[in-house]
Nanobody, 126 residues
Framework: DVQLQASGGGLVQAGGSLRLSCKVSRFTFDNYAIGWFRQAPGKEREGVSC????????YYLDSVKGRFALFSDNTRNTVYLQMNSLKPEDTAVYFC???????????????????WGQGTQVTVSS
């Protein structure tokens, strides 16, 4: 099974930046997608960004376009989420996940992902 570990969360003021990391291990040669998700208290988990490992397809949630960027370092088996111009509305627990069947699609749907990391807290103060 694929294992994922998200890290890099913290507290930042509005307008600041954070970079999240997702270390992927025990992967196979299967094609898969890596997705970033977030969940705020009392809200549904939502897809933030994803990348297809097969063809490099990228998608972003509309509310983060132009502010967030997903990067993949294949030599380190690590996917990053660079978050700039952070807003209080970005406050959430952020998860990385792997999807084995559907690839990276728009919208980025929770049920299309099979393996999940534990998550890392991002808090943006106003």
């Amino acid at each position: 099974d694929v294992q994922l570990q998200a890290s890099g969360g913290g507290l930042v003021q509005a307008g600041g930046s954070l970079r999240l990391s997702c270390k992927v291990s025990r992967f196979t040669f299967d094609n898969y997608a890596i997705g970033w998700f977030r969940q705020a208290p009392g809200k549904e988990r939502e897809g933030v960004s994803c990348i297809s490992r097969s063809d490099g397809t990228l998608y972003y949630l509309d509310s983060v376009k132009g502010r967030f960027a997903l990067f993949s370092d294949n030599t380190r088996n690590t996917v990053y989420l660079q978050m700039n111009s952070l807003k209080p509305e970005d406050t959430a627990v952020y998860f990385c996940a792997a999807g084995s069947t559907y690839g990276c699609n728009n919208p980025i749907r929770v049920f299309e992902y099979d393996y999940w990391g534990q998550g890392t807290q991002v808090t943006v103060s106003s």
